[in-house]
C-alpha cells in the first residue's frame, strides 16, 4: 500500500469523539444514492429489472442516454480522449460539469453542478478514460454472512449490504481502460477515516491478472493527494473483503474522496467514511497541475515541441 508523508504521520490518528458516520452502501434506504433508488422502484421512470449501466459499454450515461464523447480517427480503433472534467450525480442521475474548465468533445454545453448535488456522490474519471459502470442489484446479504458469490469472502469481512457497482471495461471505441473512474464522495474534516469493501471476478478480458485493487485519491482542499493502492493478494472470485482503513488528520481543512478502479475489475460494495461533515462546493475538484499532461484531438500525449490544438487540465488551446 503506498501512502504519503501526510498519511503515514496520521494513520494513528483516532477519529474525534464528535465525528459522524457516512455509510455509502447501494441499499436499502439509499439515501446517499437517491437515483439508484430509482433504478431499483418499480414506479420509477428509471426501473430497471437486471444489471444498470450507469455508463454502458460504447460510452453512454443513463438515465438521459448523452453519449459522453470519445474522441477517435474516423475509422481507427486508436485510444481517445473523454470528457473530462464531467460527472454523474447519484442524486439525479444527470450529467453535469464538476470543473471550472470541463473538456466537452461536442458543442454541447453542460450545466453546472448544483451546489446540492455536491451532498451526494458523483461518478466521473481522469485522463485515462471511463470505465464501463455497472449498478448490480441483489449482490450480498442484509441479515447475515453466507457462503455464497458476491458475498463477503469470510464471515469476518462481510458487511450488511444488498447490492454492488462493478467497474469493468468498455467494448468499443478502443478505449480499453479499467482504471481511473471513480466515485467522489461528499467532503468530510477532523480526523478522517475510510473504510472500503471491495472485491472482484477473477480471470476474463475485464481482470487477467487476477487483481484486486482499489484506488483512493484524497482531495484535500481542492488539491489532489497521492493515490492510495488498497490490493488484496489472491482474491477469491466473486466474493469481497474489508481492506485496510485509511486514516488522517483533516482538522481544518475540506477533504473528498475519489474510490475506483485501478487497472482490473473492481466490484464496489461498500464505503464508511468517518469524520465530520464538511463544506462541499466544486472546489473539492483537484486544482490543475502546473505539469498536467497534454494531448491532441486524437488522444495521443505530447509534448511541449508540438505545434497546434492541444487539450491539457480539460480545457482546449493552441500550443505554438
Known amino acids: 500500500m503506498k501512502k504519503s508523508l501526510l498519511f503515514a504521520a496520521a494513520i494513528a490518528c483516532a477519529c474525534a469523539a464528535n465525528a459522524e458516520v457516512f455509510d455509502y452502501g447501494f441499499g436499502p434506504d439509499y439515501a446517499k444514492f437517491p ?5 431499483v422502484d418499480p414506479t420509477s421512470d428509471y426501473y430497471w429489472d437486471g444489471n444498470y449501466d450507469l455508463v454502458d459499454k460504447y460510452g453512454k450515461a443513463m438515465p438521459n442516454l448523452q453519449a459522453i464523447s470519445v474522441l477517435n480517427t474516423p475509422e481507427g480503433e486508436e485510444k481517445g480522449l473523454p470528457d473530462l472534467g464531467v460527472g454523474i450525480s447519484m442524486l439525479d442521475g ?24 455536491y451532498n451526494y456522490p458523483f461518478l466521473s474519471w481522469g485522463e485515462k478514460g471511463m470505465t464501463r459502470t455497472i449498478f448490480m442489484p441483489g449482490w450480498g446479504s442484509e441479515e447475515a454472512w453466507e457462503d455464497k458469490d458476491y458475498n463477503a469472502a469470510t464471515e469476518e469481512d462481510w458487511v450488511a449490504t444488498k447490492n454492488g457497482v462493478q467497474f469493468t471495461r468498455l467494448g468499443t471505441q478502443g478505449m480499453v481502460s479499467r482504471g481511473d473512474t471513480y466515485f467522489q464522495y461528499p467532503a468530510v474534516t477532523g480526523n478522517v477515516s475510510l473504510t472500503v469493501w471491495a472485491g472482484t471476478n477473477t480471470g476474463g478480458t475485464a ?47 475540506n477533504v ?25 462546493a466544486v472546489e473539492s475538484v483537484a486544482v490543475e497541475a502546473a505539469d498536467a499532461k497534454a494531448f491532441n484531438l486524437l488522444g495521443v500525449q505530447v509534448d511541449e515541441n508540438y505545434k497546434g490544438l492541444v487539450i491539457k487540465n480539460g480545457k482546449k488551446f493552441v500550443q505554438k
Open 35 to 39: 437515483f439508484l433508488g430509482q433504478v
Open 94 to 117: 444527470l450529467i453535469y460539469a464538476v470543473s471550472a474548465n470541463p473538456y466537452i468533445g461536442t458543442d454541447d454545453e453542460l450545466e453546472t453542478m448544483p451546489e446540492e448535488n
Open 207 to 253: 481482470n487477467p491478472d487476477n487483481l484486486l485493487e482499489v484506488a483512493v485519491t484524497p482531495i484535500i482542499d481542492g488539491e489532489a493527494g497521492e493515490t492510495i493502492i488498497l490490493s488484496k493478494e489472491s482474491p477469491a472470485n466473486k466474493r469481497y473483503y474489508k481492506l485496510d482503513p485509511i486514516t488522517m488528520d483533516a482538522t481544518g481543512k
Open 256 to 280: 473528498v474522496f475519489r474510490v475506483g478502479a485501478n487497472n482490473s475489475q473492481l466490484n464496489l460494495m461498500y464505503v464508511r467514511i468517518e469524520g465530520e461533515a464538511g463544506e462541499n
